[in-house]
């Protein structure tokens, strides 16, 4: 563990504080934020609005410290991806292009592209779940692995706006569920509970979007 890492473990310490206790768990407040800026990012995905991608920058960040906190390596580790990932998405919105040169809209994975995407995924998660396992103090490295590959397959179709992205989420958040209820952070079981509702909400919008902007003629 990094000098930093470990300051910024000691910083994070008070807000591992219990803002209430509700069924016999504690609800902290770093979990509490973390979760609101989670829901405003999401709302903004949702509208294709930009200002999702620094509120996932900044959710990204409290959520390392609460997974490192709870031994979840591989989901802090993914969290710091996301804060990277982010920042291109970001860009990707306001300045990406299509290959043709076109500026990026909301469109759909081709069939081979998705078989792709899921063989690459599907390959990854053993890999990252033997190196949890081997490098960490995981006790549920593979739980770990899988949620966390998907999110980069996510999060990547996301910065491209495809509608792919959904989808992928969908099951992301699914798995996350019982992830999360394993190590008892029951607020986020219910937040990414509340994701995998929105991920269907978010699936038919962008469909219809992209219905609306494909090239005609």
Known sequence: MTDLLATLLAA???????????????????????????????????????????????SSALYALLFVHSKLYGEASLQLVFIAVSGWGWWQWLRGTTTGGQAL?????????RWQLLALTLAAWPLLGALLARLTDSDVPYLDALPTVGSLAGQYLLARKWVDNWPVWLAVNGVSVGLFAVKGLWLTVALYALFAALSVIGWRAWAAMARAEAPHG
């Open 12 to 58: 994070s310490t008070p807000l591992l504080a219990s803002a209430f206790r509700l069924g016999g768990s504690d609800f902290t407040w770093l979990e509490i934020v973390a979760v609101l800026l989670s829901l405003w990012m999401v709302r903004c995905n949702l509208r294709v609005d930009p200002l999702g991608w620094p509120l996932a920058i900044a």
């Open 105 to 113: 809209r909301v469109r759909t994975l081709g069939t081979r592209q």
